[in-house]
T-cell receptor, first 119, second 116 residues
Framework: AQTVTQSQPEMSVQEAETVTLSCTYD???????LFWYKQPPSRQMILVIR??????QNATENRFSVNFQKAAKSFSLKISDSQLGDTAMYFC????????????????FGKGTLLTVNP | DTGVSQDPRHKITKRGQNVTFRCDPI?????LYWYRQTLGQGPEFLTY????????KSRLLSDRFSAERPKGSFSTLEIQRTEQGDSAMYLC??????????????FGSGTRLTVV
């Protein structure tokens, strides 16, 4: 079974600054996806960024980027130029890869990090 | 397409009553998932459908829980004889394989259940 650990229950950052959220995971799988989801106070979960484990290049989406260290099983999220709208709960999640039909596309989530962006 | 819709948004029920939630996924998505999220926790997997077939159920899904997805479209999650421990946010999500690889879930806004 996979486990996902987010060791920072809460973090805060000043508007326009950069913040990094940590995530570690444990798995015996070699092919998998990793995701960061954002859950604003309205509660709808939104996909922020995804990473395929076989790709060495770190994923980026505008102000969001990841530092994926496969050997260390670490998957941190960096938010640059933080905005007030980034205030939300952030969840790291793991999914076994679907190649060859070996995935049920089930997500395993961490407990989340509550990020507050201060004006 | 307006995304994944869940109804109702909030439900308060007395212990012992039955409740049913509905989820309408994105129309072209063939996979549908139910998750449960309690306060301060990440979502936990409950069950998963591919088209109309229920392919996996979590151990969290006791005999009081049943889910259906007739005709591979909308899905319902029913909880019979509700208990206070069932109080949670119930999230529905849908997904499909894209031409550029798996794109991840689209979640609904959830149904918040309170059992009193």
């Amino acid at each position: 079974a996979q486990t996902v650990t987010q060791s920072q229950p809460e973090m805060s950052v000043q508007e326009a600054e950069t913040v990094t959220l940590s995530c570690t995971y444990d798995t015996s799988e070699s092919n998998y996806y990793l995701f960061w989801y954002k859950q604003p106070p309205s509660r709808q979960m939104i996909l922020v960024i995804r990473q395929e484990a076989y790709k060495q290049q770190n994923a980026t989406e505008n102000r969001f980027s990841v530092n994926f260290q496969k050997a260390a099983k670490s998957f941190s999220l960096k938010i640059s130029d933080s905005q007030l709208g980034d205030t939300a709960m952030y969840f790291c999640a793991f999914m076994k890869h679907g190649i060859g039909g070996g995935s049920n596309y089930k997500l395993t989530f961490g407990k989340g990090t509550l990020l507050t962006v201060n004006p | 397409d307006t995304g994944v819709s869940q109804d109702p948004r909030h439900k308060i029920t007395k212990r012992g009553q039955n409740v049913t939630f509905r989820c309408d996924p994105i129309s072209e998505h063939n996979r549908l998932y139910w998750y449960r999220q309690t306060l301060g926790q990440g979502p936990e997997f409950l069950t998963y459908f591919q088209n109309e077939a229920q392919l996996e159920k979590s151990r969290l899904l006791s005999d009081r829980f049943s889910a259906e997805r007739p005709k591979g479209s909308f899905s319902t999650l029913e909880i019979q004889r509700t208990e206070q421990g069932d109080s949670a946010m119930y999230l529905c999500a849908s997904s499909s394989e894209g031409t550029s690889g798996y794109r991840g879930y689209t979640f609904g806004s959830g149904t918040r259940l309170t059992v009193v």
